[in-house]
């Protein structure tokens, strides 16, 4: 037992049983080694043995190895729930509807690169909008708004901001269904029209990559991936659906509550699981809305994307086909979504919560792209601004988990904390004395996101392999990164 | 924390990890609805005092439970933030409770972000985690409220 609470059942697994709590409908279980575990705050066994008490919940409710303490789920947790008698729980989602990653690779090595580099940060930061009140790239009119949460990336590229093939290499394409504006307030319309195409603040980044040698893992998927390890240039862009996805989980959170439980008779501990029935008025118009968040935040990696591109191209004074530039994927980690499982010998649609938590297919199965069929779905892991990031796939237990893993590093230390440890300025000198330029707004908001505050992401990436969750290709080290 | 003894806001630690979490005590409900609009003017900037009184706003929300309605008056700062670039806070509030329904109306005033400010972070949203706002003594009112960022 650890903590007096989860009792060890498997590699980097753990299991908090059925009987921990009253209305627990399964157990829950936590992916950790055991120094991950212990240094998971208690606040998240109490979290994710509440979220074991949502109806419809299937096997289990998981934590990841980032697993984080939250608000109503931890992050990092996963919630299986049948569609047919269970729910929809904005707080299983987060209010970052769709934050996501999406990485690309270029030809272009270390030595080509970091010359330019100084330009390049300049350039994106004057052109990438970021930072609290930051204005979007684009400035859409209701029906251009309209037009793109149904669309979601297929919006830029009918618009000039991207080409098809950027749409392949998106998770759902880059264009999830069942997207129904009508669902989405006017005060989410109005808070988010302004800002697509822009990073946010908080853990928000874009953040230039090298890519070693000595750190590639597998070897023959990179090479399918197109990794090379030459001290090769990617680039990472981590953000979400902005003030948009916010609103619709804040409007729709508080229609839960008041239907929760006088209408629906459901009854949890915690006001922020809120749900409703998947399939009732409330909870079909949150699905509607929450997808219509989903493609907005397609929408603004894309446009992110589509500039960096442009600069790149801009700086060398070459064509993204000169530059090796190859999108490798754009993936979610806060979203609910429609999958196919067997439980128990039956097929059962389940609305699969990710909050904090990555999909990862494996191979031959539907919805990754043709050219990944064979290897699997890529995993975008990013650490914090001073470690290394990574990419995997999906490995062979990872059907215990509802083809979920981990997103990131996971926080240790409080954004109080870290603000009274470092200093901002005082923590970009020093980054860039390890290799690392940084561009930010926030000098404050920085010294939050100091590398001290979270999770040692290899300890994280060992975990998920041993649990058989993951299995790491290529591990990347950070050269620049733009904080929101 | 505030500048009265009795009358303060705190960051409490160690409650949600990524996010942020406030603490008010205060002697009237008015205030505690004042103390977290403060607080949440710290998560923004980092010289909040430096604040300008530029531009005014009147804010009218109602709500029947008083928990939830001081967590629909801070989002809606979020929301004046983003929609109208402006960082408020309130100047004169007045709650009202009449046939199951808190009243709420305030002049806030406050400045553009792009008026020159040292940026903290961001907030997204009031989250309903572990959210009170009650009366817990004659003449003292306490809040808790949790802001996702």
Known sequence: MVNGIAKKIGNCLYEIPRDYK??????????ASEELLGSMDNAV????????????????????????????????????IDIEDGVISPGGIGFDINCGVRFFITSLTFQEFSPKLNQIMDMLFSRIPSGVGGKGIVSLNDKQFDEAMVKG??????????????????????????????????????????????????????????????????????????????????????????????????????????????????????????????????????????????????????????????VLCQVFKKSPEELGIKLIYDVCHNTAKIEQYDINGKNKKLLV???????AFTKDMKGIPELYREIGQPVLIG????????ILVGGPMAKESFYSTVHGSGRVMSRQQAKKRFKGRDLANQMEREGIIVKTRSFSGLAEEAGAAYKDIDEVIDAITRAGLSIPVARMIPIGSIKG | ?????????????????????????????????????????????????????????????????????????????IFIKDTRGLLVYP????????????????????????????????????????????????DEWESFIVIDV
């Open chain 1, 22 to 31: 009253k209305g627990m409908r399964v157990p829950a279980r936590i992916y």
């Open chain 2, 1 to 77: 924390m505030s500048e009265d003894s009795n009358e303060y806001f705190e960051f409490v630690e160690d409650i949600t990890l990524a996010d942020i979490a406030i603490h008010c005590k205060a002697k009237t409900v008015e205030k505690i609805f004042k103390l977290n609009a403060e607080a949440l003017l710290h998560v923004c900037l980092e010289e909040p005092s430096k604040l300008k009184k530029v531009e005014k706003c009147h804010v009218f929300l109602q709500h029947n439970y008083l928990d939830l309605l001081l967590v629909k008056f801070l989002n809606e700062l």
């Open chain 1, 353 to 359: 919560h990710r909050k904090g938590a990555t999909r």
């Open chain 1, 383 to 390: 650490g914090s601004m001073q470690s290394a990031s990574y």
């Open chain 1, 45 to 80: 066994f109490e979290q994710l043995t509440n979220v074991a008490m949502l109806p419809g919940i299937q096997n289990y409710a998981l934590c990841m190895p980032d697993g984080h303490s939250g608000y109503g789920f931890p992050i990092g947790g996963v919630a299986a």
């Open chain 1, 153 to 310: 990336c297929q919006w830029a590229i009918e618009h000039g901001y991207g080409i098809n093939e950027d749409l392949t290499f998106c998770e759902e394409n880059g264009c999830i269904a069942n997207a129904k504006p009508e669902a989405v307030s006017g005060k989410a319309r109005e808070r988010g029209k302004e800002q697509i195409g822009s990073l946010g603040s908080g853990n928000h980044y874009l953040e230039f990559q090298i890519i070693r040698e000595n750190d590639i893992q597998s070897r023959d998927i990179a090479n399918r991936f197109g990794i090379t390890g030459n001290n090769q240039i990617a680039c990472m862009i981590h953000c979400g659906s902005r003030g948009f996805g916010h609103q619709i989980a804040t409007d729709y959170l508080e229609l839960f509550i008041s239907v929760m439980k006088q209408k629906y008779h459901i009854d949890i501990p915690d006001r922020e699981l809120a749900c409703a029935p998947f399939h009732s008025k409330e909870g079909q118009s949150y699905f509607h809305a929450m997808n219509c968040a989903i493609n907005i935040a397609f929408l603004n990696r894309q446009l992110i994307f589509h500039i960096v591109r442009d």
């Open chain 2, 91 to 138: 100047e004169a509030i007045q709650i009202i409770y009449s046939n199951d329904v808190f009243t709420f109306e305030a002049d806030c005033i406050g400045d553009y972000i792009t008026n020159g400010y040292d940026i903290n972070i961001d907030p997204k949203a009031v989250t309903m985690h572990k959210v009170k706002c009650e009366k817990i003594n004659d």
